[in-house]
């Protein structure tokens, strides 16, 4: 069983920016991402980075705005959100897989789920 913590979420204006952070208990050999969920609206898939590889996938959505990266030492995946937009206002989940799908936009097809940060962005 792997434990998902995240830190870093919060609110900021339009335009700013913020970090959030994943740490995984247990094995560090999954590959993990970002989902998020707004209201009213489905899971969306947001970014993730393969452990085997260091292959690294984005949403259309934020691509250029947002970069995923991780430490394997500290089990950690970090999101750093930069040109934050109102849209942008979600509830942030890390996701992490032990079956090498890390391509994967399918909330359904990612293992473990952490509890969730919330990130507001206000115009």
């Known amino acids: 069983q792997v434990q998902l913590v995240e830190s870093g979420g919060g609110s900021v204006q339009a335009g700013g920016s913020l970090r959030l952070s994943c740490t995984a208990s247990?094995?560090?050999?999954?590959?993990m991402g970002w989902f998020r969920h707004a209201p009213g609206k489905e899971r969306e898939f947001v970014a993730a980075f393969s452990w085997s590889g260091g292959h690294i996938y984005y949403a259309d959505s934020v691509k250029g705005r947002f970069t995923i990266s991780r430490d394997n030492a500290k089990n950690t995946v970090y999101l750093q959100m930069n040109s934050l937009k109102p849209e942008d206002t979600a509830v942030y989940y890390c996701?992490?897989?032990?079956?090498?799908?890390?391509?994967?936009?399918?909330?359904?097809?990612?293992?473990?789920w952490g509890q969730g940060t919330q990130v507001t962005v206000s115009s």
């Open positions: 996701v992490a897989d032990p079956y090498g799908r890390p391509w994967s936009t399918s909330s359904e097809e990612w293992t473990y």
């Open positions: 247990g094995r560090s050999s999954y590959d």
